[in-house]
C-alpha cells in the first residue's frame, strides 16, 4: 500500500486518519466567520429593538387601552381586567 500512509482497509471499509481527511490543514477561519456573524446578529437585533421600543407610544396595550376602550363604547365593562360577570360566583379569599 503506498501512498496509503493513513489509510487502512479493513475488509471493505475505508479509516482515514483525520488530518488526512482534512488535507493537512485545520484552519481556524471558521471560529471567526461564527462569533463575527453572531455579533453582528446580536447588535442588528437589538438596534431593531430598541429603535421600535423608544419610536412605541407612551402607552399601547393593557390596562389604559382597555379603559379607554369601555369609555368610548367599543368594548363591554366586563372586558375590563379584574371584572367579573355577575353571574359568576364569587370564589372565598384564600388564605
Known sequence: ????????RPGEEIHIDKTDARAGSAPNVM?????????L?????????????????ES??????TAA????GEASPQDQPGAQA???PQSPPSR
Open 41 to 57: 446578529a446580536i447588535v442588528a437585533l437589538s438596534a431593531i429593538w430598541i429603535t421600535g421600543s423608544v419610536q412605541a407610544p
Open 86 to 88: 355577575p353571574d359568576a
Open 1 to 8: 500500500m503506498t501512498g496509503d500512509a493513513g489509510m487502512e
Open 69 to 72: 376602550a369601555v369609555r368610548d
Open 31 to 39: 471560529r471567526y466567520v461564527l462569533l463575527v456573524s453572531l455579533a
Open 60 to 65: 399601547t396595550g393593557g390596562d389604559a387601552d
